[in-house]
């Protein structure tokens, strides 16, 4: 038995390995650094989830684990199959801000919302969670900051919806909008208010 799970644990912090690589070569072929996207590796991971899913895994631990490494997988490839599309349809995309922007505009930015949203699960919301982030990365360009990567992004409002509603809140507001030249993503407990309507 502790043969077993010490081998689900070699397989787990192997796929977090491979998982890091993956985002790695990724990020270098969306920045020009790589001449085309990392399908060997992709494959390769793609092989152990899927090998890691047949397993019987004991401990709720170890469940866990695989099943964060798993969603976060998913989340990975729903973003760069969106990247490509975007680059192959000619479209900016989630990557685009990794290009270079010559700003000629004045930095002073009028103060503006830009996206409201709210959620329940974000990890069966994925359209509103890459909606969120691709306002988010656009605020941030607009004063001259750099985009945040998407699991630390999904990461952050998977914890703030949690929180919300360990609280007994139901829904959870977020707010990207830009106040006196600066990003401000705001997040608060809906008790049956629009998003919008801000007291």
Known sequence: MADAAAEIDRELNTLEAELKRLEAEYNMFFAGRLPRPPWETRGRVEAMVKRLDRMHIGNTGGRFRFSTL????????????????AREEG?????????????????RVPDHILHVTTF?????????????????????????????????????????????????????????????????????????LDPDSEG
Do not use: C, N
């Open 91 to 107: 479209r900016p995309g989630p990557f685009a801000m990794q290009r270079p922007v010559i700003d000629e505009r004045p930095k």
């Open 70 to 85: 798993q969603s976060r997988y998913a989340t990975f490839i729903d973003l760069w199959d969106r990247g490509l599309r």
């Open 120 to 192: 329940s699960d974000p990890l069966h919301e994925m359209d509103k969670l890459h909606d969120l982030y691709d306002s988010l990365v656009e605020a941030r360009r607009e004063v001259g900051e750099d985009a945040i990567p998407f699991h630390k992004f999904a990461d952050l409002i998977k914890t703030q919806v949690s929180t919300f509603k360990k609280k007994g809140s139901g829904d959870v507001a977020f707010r990207v909008a830009v106040k006196q030249g600066k990003v401000a993503f705001t997040a608060r407990a809906m008790k049956g």
